[in-house]
């Protein structure tokens, strides 16, 4: 693939995100809200928790929250530990989990780019 290709279909891809990272926070670029609406919810603070995403701006990570849920707790159990959490901001860090993971990974295998 020429290098024009390549810069054209790089653009291509990334266009939307460059856009709406200039027009907003980071949270609107990677998740438009017509998705989910987790920009109320997940919250990126660079004085808070070293910058992870945190829930609502409290200090408590959207990591924390999935390690729970990896560990095998209910969300009953996190809504009773956490009081001040919602079962809404359980669903958020899944689908912000989701949507993190959710996107192309561009590999140059020569002169063919793969997604």
């Known amino acids: 693939m020429t290098s024009a290709l390549l810069q054209r279909l790089e653009s291509t891809l990334f266009l939307d995100l ?12 990677v998740f438009p809200t ?8 997940i919250t990126i603070d660079p004085n ?5 995403p945190c829930i609502r701006g409290m200090r408590i ?20 530990d956490y009081p001040d ?14 949507r993190y993971f959710d996107h192309p990974i561009l590999v140059n ?4 780019v793969s997604c």
């Not at 808070?48 to 992870?52: F, I, L, P």
């Not at 079962?87 to 989990?97: F, G, T, V």
């Not at 295998?109 to 063919?112: E, L, V």
């Open 34 to 41: 017509e998705y989910f609406d987790v920009v109320d919810r």
């Open 18 to 29: 460059r856009a709406a990272s200039s027009a907003g926070s980071m949270v609107d670029a």
């Open 48 to 52: 808070q928790c070293g910058g992870r």
């Open 85 to 98: 959490l919602e079962a809404e901001d359980i669903r958020a860090s899944l689908a912000y989990a989701a």
């Open 61 to 80: 990570r959207v990591k924390d929250v999935l390690d729970m849920l990896a560990e095998g707790a209910t969300e009953q159990e996190i809504l009773r």
């Open 109 to 112: 295998n020569g002169d063919a």
